[in-house]
C-alpha cells in the first residue's frame, strides 16, 4: 500500500472513532444534566471537587496510554469543566426574571393609566420627602402639568444621622394620597421595614425598596406576597448579578410586578455623589424582563447636570427617570442640594420631550 492510500485508511478509522466520542460525550452530558436536576433538588452546589478528583484517579488508574496521565487530566477537566457550565445554564433558565424571549417585557399598569415598561418614557418624580400639604400639593401641580403621572410620597427616610429629618410616617402618606387622588396621579413610597407593609398599603400604589434595603432578603420576601407593585433601587455597592437576585426574592414570591431602578453606585470620584452607571441599563434590559429607571437626583447629588443626565437616560433604553423636585429646593429638610424647583423642571422636561428616538433602540 502507497503511503498515500494508508494514510486515507488510516484517515477513515479516525471518523468513525471521532462520532463515537461525540455521541459519548452528550450521553455523558445528558447525564449530568440529571445529575443536576438531583443535586438542585437536594439544594447542593453542581461543583464537587471529591467527585473530579476521584474521577480523574480511576482514570490514571485505567489509561493504558499513549496519552500521558497529564493529558488525560487535561481533557477530562475540559470535559468537566464544560459540563458545569451546561448545568449552570441549565438552572439559569429558572430564574423567573430573566429575559427568554426578546420580545418578553414586563408592563406595569396602574389605576390611572400609567404604564411602565411597555416603550415609553414615564417620570417619577416629587419632593425627597413629604414635608406638608402644601409642598405636596404645589409639587404635584407642576408636575401633573408635565403629564407625571407617579408621584414620590415618602413618609419615611432612610438618613445618614439618626439626628435628621427622619421624614413625617403615617402622615405623610395621608398627605400624599390625598394630593395625588387630587391630581389623578399614583403614589409611590419607601418601605423601610417590613412591618410598616400593612399599614401603607391603604395609602400607596407601589412599594419602593431603597439602596440600603435592597439586599433585605426578609423585605423582599413579603414584598414578593404583595399584590402592588415593587420598585427595587440597586444598592450603592451592589453589581447588577446582585440586583437580579434581589429581584428575583420578589418575584419568586410570587410577586411579578417588579421595576428596578439604577441610582449610582460609590466609587472614587467626589464630584458626584454617587457614579450614574449608565451600562446597568442595556444590561438590566438585556438580562431581564423587567422595566428599568433611571435616578438622576441620588446618583449626582447635585442639580446643576440634571438636564444632561436626563438626555442620557432617555437614550439608554431606559423606561423612565426619577427626579426630585420640590417648590423650594433651598428650604427642603432632606436633599436640598439635588432636588429641581419648577423652573429647572420644566426645562429638564423640554430637554426630554426635545429627543425623540425609537425605543427599541437599546434593547437590542
Ligand atoms: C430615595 O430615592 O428616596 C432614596 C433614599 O434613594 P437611595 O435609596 O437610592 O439612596
Ligand atoms: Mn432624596
Partial sequence: MSPQNELQELRKKIDPINLQILDLLNQRATIALEIG????????????????????TELQKANNGPFSNETINKLFNEIFHATLNLEERDARKKILVERKTPDQHTVIEFDNGLKIGDGSFELIAGPCAVESYEQMEAAAEALS????????????????????????????????????????????????????IPMMDQYVDAFWVGARNMQNSFLLRELGKQKKPVLLKRGFAATIKELVYAAEYIMSGGNDKIILMERGIRTFSKETRNTLDISAVPLLKQQTHLPVIVDISHSAGRRDIANPL???????????????????????????????????????????????????????
Fill in 37 to 56: 436536576k438531583v443535586q438542585q433538588a437536594l439544594g447542593t452546589t453542581f461543583y464537587d471537587p471529591v467527585r473530579e478528583a476521584a474521577m480523574l
Fill in 310 to 364: 436626563g438626555r442620557v437616560a432617555r437614550v439608554s433604553g431606559a423606561d423612565g427617570l426619577m427626579v426630585e423636585v420640590h417648590p423650594n429646593p433651598d428650604v427642603a429638610m432632606s436633599d436640598a442640594n439635588q432636588q429641581l424647583n419648577f423652573t429647572q423642571f420644566n426645562s429638564l422636561m423640554d430637554d426630554i420631550e426635545s429627543i425623540s428616538i425609537n425605543a427599541k433602540v437599546a434593547t437590542e
Fill in 145 to 196: 402639568a408635565r403629564g407625571v403621572k407617579m408621584i414620590r410620597g415618602m413618609g419615611y427616610k432612610p438618613r445618614t444621622s439618626p439626628y435628621d429629618f427622619q421624614g413625617l410616617g403615617e402622615e405623610g402618606l395621608q398627605i400624599a394620597r390625598q394630593v395625588a387622588d387630587k391630581y389623578n396621579m399614583v403614589v409611590i413610597s419607601e418601605v423601610l421595614d417590613m412591618s410598616l
